[in-house]
């Protein structure tokens, strides 16, 4: 297939008019090229970017074993990416190869310009875009994984670099014919995986999504003693739209996501019911435009560093996070949304992350080609896995406790469920046990109006059932009902005057992406209220 590199090179590496470039060098200034001068190497964060005015700059991208020349700038075009937006750590190296002239503009200075100017703003935020997307293409990247397939924490990583949008290798100790050399090599042996290679040649023992995140250099640092207008925690489509909105209307935000962008709708293969997108939308790859825009508009995104409490005695609100750092914030929005609820099986956890699963992207879906699968759950997020997973997958298996989908799933699924031959729905039918040895091999049902119970070897199952809110760290802050949802009034406040709840962890939402969109940014004339009171 052809690359973005290919289809759509000319959006993603345009030159600019001399007229574009005298509106941008008015937030700018002219800086010197000299010829073999390394202006950024990988892992630098990104600072700003250069319009070059003469000479030429090369965009070169670490793979295993080297680099490749991504493409040469010269008059008129433009450095930068996605992880300029948010000053994370370049993915690319960027070096003068022709002696010049170049307009030089600060991180500060560019989301200014983006603020201030509509045509540039789209021409400079596609370009990123598409660029991001054309470094993500290939699987290829300096960071190695060696994994296995059957390892729940090589799952775990692999997630949290696709769904954060990191290439990477990705090394099969299972598969591969060259890995005992690389054992050898980097003094690791099978036990270790999974291991990241991770810039420099650090390496990494099973590191958590915090680890990673600080060897990537995935956020930029946080002032702790900046007190902010809002701080969202959870960035899931509530999360997200509220970032959104906020700063757009000139709040100062801070968002805290404890894994990836998306929330519980970043792991739906497809969203064909939200407004705008006829032909469907992944979750994740709407997540990643929403976390973009709330970007372009300011809000800064913290990843792989969650809330583990909220210290609300006094204003300003206090968030402590998982690393030991706590921020301060007039206003709170809580968007930590919820869970799929686990089923009551004594052996389940032996199998999470090496069998079971609580999303269904492509990087689950690889796991699982041409066999057989089952899917718990008959709401919709498990009727798009299931629709998903037959076009890769040999069968998949249904198994609800109810009749049938009729009363929790949107008709479209229910059509197209109906129309595969490769899905089947069992009704009335409930998991009643998992086997395996180190990894799930065989999945049991029963059958409440036969009384029969089915035994299949079936390696990879799908929990989609039920919803647990993400409260446990509220610390009595709010006002929970009985199932620990947040109880909210009309404009979306919490029983504490400043802290707002969205999405899926309030009480009464309706479980839908466009209402959780809704209720993030309706709850931001709520803030603008509370902050002018």
């Given at each position: ?31 010197a090229?000299?010829a ?11 600072g ?14 670490p ?71 054309g ?5 290829k ?8 397939l ?22 099969d ?9 690389m054992l ?19 390496i990494f ?41 906020a ?14 962008p ?7 293969s497809?969203?064909?019911n ?13 997540a ?21 409490r ?14 030991g ?6 206003t709170?929005v809580i ?22 699963y ?19 759950g ?5 009727g798009?896995a299931?629709?998903?997973l ?16 009729a ?23 409930e ?20 009384n ?17 809110p ?25 029983s ?15 479980k ?22």
């Amino acid at each position: 297939m052809a690359s973005t590199l290919d289809t759509r090179r000319d959006q993603m590496f345009p030159a600019l008019s001399d007229a574009q470039m005298a509106r941008v060098e008015a937030y700018g200034k002219r800086v010197a090229l000299r010829a073999g001068d390394e202006l950024v190497k990988p892992g630098d964060r990104m600072g700003g970017m250069l319009v070059v005015l003469s000479g030429a700059v090369e965009i070169l991208r670490p793979v295993p074993g080297g680099e490749e020349l991504v493409t040469v700038h010269t008059r008129g075009h433009f450095t930068g990416e996605v992880a300029t937006l948010r000053g994370a750590g370049a993915l690319v190296r960027i070096a003068v190869r022709e002696s010049g002239e170049a307009i030089e503009l600060d991180r500060a200075a560019l989301m200014r310009l983006i603020g201030a100017d509509a045509q540039l703003s789209e021409l400079l935020m596609r370009a990123f875009i598409l660029r991001r997307v054309g470094l993500l293409e290939g699987n290829k990247g300096e960071l190695v994984l060696i994994g296995s397939l059957h390892s729940a924490g090589t799952l775990r990583i692999r997630q949290f670099l696709s769904r954060n949008g990191f290439p990477f290798t990705f090394t099969d100790v299972d598969h591969d014919p060259d890995i005992a050399q690389m054992l050898e090599r980097f003094q690791i042996t099978v036990a270790d995986i999974p291991v990241v290679i991770c810039r420099g040649g650090e390496i990494f023992r099973n590191p958590s999504n915090s680890a990673l995140a600080e060897c990537l250099k995935l956020n930029a640092p946080i002032d702790e003693c900046e007190i902010r207008d809002v701080v969202v925690i959870g960035a899931g489509p509530s999360g997200l739209a509220a970032a959104v909105y906020a700063a757009s209307e000139g709040l100062n935000v801070l968002v805290l996501e404890g894994h990836a962008p998306g929330g519980q709708a970043g792991s739906s293969s497809k969203i064909e019911n939200y407004l705008g997108f006829p032909t469907g939308i992944s979750g994740e790859a709407l997540a990643g435009r929403a976390m973009v825009q709330a970007q372009k508009f300011g809000a800064h995104i913290e990843i792989a560093d969650s809330a583990v409490r909220l210290r609300c005695e006094s204003l300003p609100y206090v968030v402590e996070l998982s690393d030991g750092r706590s921020v301060r914030a007039r206003t709170i929005v809580i968007a930590t949304g919820a869970e799929y609820r686990a089923l009551a099986l004594p052996n389940l956890a032996n199998y999470v992350g090496a069998g079971i699963y609580y999303a269904a992207t492509h990087v689950e879906a690889l796991l699982c080609k041409d066999q057989e699968v089952v899917i718990v759950g008959g709401g919709n997020s498990a009727g798009q896995a299931a629709v998903f997973l037959a076009n890769g997958c040999r069968h998949v298996h249904i198994v609800v406790r109810r009749a049938g989908l009729a009363d929790t799933m949107s008709r479209y699924l229910i059509h197209r469920i109906e129309e595969s031959p490769s899905i089947t729905v069992h009704g009335h039918s409930e998991i009643a046990g998992l086997e395996g040895d180190g990894r799930l091999q065989r999945v049991q049902w029963h059958c409440g109006t036969t009384n029969k119970t089915t035994v299949e070897s079936i390696e990879h199952l799908f929990m989609m059932t039920g919803a647990v809110p993400n409260t446990h760290w509220l610390d009595g802050c709010v006002d929970l009902d009985e199932k620990g949802f947040v109880k909210t009034g009309i404009d979306y406040q919490a029983s504490k005057p400043g802290i707002f709840a969205v999405g899926d962890v309030r009480a009464g939402s309706m479980k839908r992406v466009a209402a959780a969109v809704g209720e993030g940014s309706g709850c931001v004339s709520a803030i603008h209220r509370y902050l002018s009171s």
